[in-house]
């Protein structure tokens, strides 16, 4: 954000001064700053909540930059609540209530009151292997339903040869199990923009969903739609593979990757890369890391731990810190570093997408 200061500067008129010009010179006086947002956990998962900003250290080029304020931001801390104001109580209303489902937003962004966990899960055509595997995740599922708050929206996506919604923004998290199964097993899901869908079927273009031809443009159409909610998102993607594998092995990003982070990171959506396939770090694809490091989020192994893959992310997510820092304007093209001086397991927290991008 960019605050500007406006000097006034008067010409003090010497007493008989002949044919001078009154004006008035004004100078500007920029001073930016930057809010960013960081989580930092300890090693079973859990955030670190009681931080100061003299518990983190900010670098750009070697030179410390002063960190204006550090907040705490508790994202469970938000009341579910119908349009009209009134407390929703999950315990005594029907799942099919319309008012469980987030309303479609209007121009501005929408603040729904909760947490907005998204579940894309990569299919692989022809790969009865793999399907297995993400159907023996069915359990674990649970998991994840038990892990979210009352409070919490819960949406639910699959990418085979196109995107699909098979749950929309809803906090009815009975549902999440069924919308599961149906994505795994390659149902058709809820049509995009033909009036008939909530709020996420509404936003995204059924014919842009067609031009969507691989996981990266399909992630880019959800990153556009969650940009109309505020607050920060999670999409927790269970895949196995993103970008171009070359004869030789090799994995590069396709040219919509670019794209796909930058609207993720329109929508304050970190990604956590849940890897459905591998079981050793040795062999890991570095476009999966690459992506949860992009926007903020991690990359775990789901198949080394199946049970606390699913609780681990929700912990990670119940909140985060707002740093707000001077940028520096000796520099062309700062490149930050920060440290925590806690002892900690690991630091979420984005990454640059261009060089005018001045983030992480």
Known sequence: MTYRL??????IFMPFATAQVDRDVQEQIEVKRMLVDVRVIDKNGDPITDLTKSDFELKSRGKTLE???CNWIDDRMQTAREPGGEIIDLATNDADD?????????????ELGGRIVVLLVQKSLGDIRYTGVLKSM???IRDLMGSLEPSDYIAVFSYDYKLKLHLDLTRAHPYLEKAYTEAVTGADGIPFGNGRGRNLAELIDRYKVEDAVNIEMGMKLIGKAL?????????IFMGYRMGRQYSSGRMDKRPAYVEA????????????ALDMVRSSYTNAPSMLKQIARDTGGFYRMARRSPTSVFPRVMRAVQGHYQLVFRIPEDQNKPRYILKVNRKHEEILVRKPIN????TF
């Open 6 to 11: 406006t000097c006034l500067s008067l010409l």
């Open 67 to 69: 960190i204006i304020s």
């Open 98 to 110: 319309e008012r469980f489902w987030a309303p479609i937003p209007p121009g501005n962004k929408q």
């Open 138 to 140: 069915t359990p674990h």
């Open 227 to 235: 940009e109309r909610f505020a607050g920060t998102k999670s999409l």
């Open 261 to 272: 982070i930058q609207a993720l990171q329109d929508s304050h959506t970190a990604v956590y």
């Open 355 to 358: 060089e005018q991008d001045y």
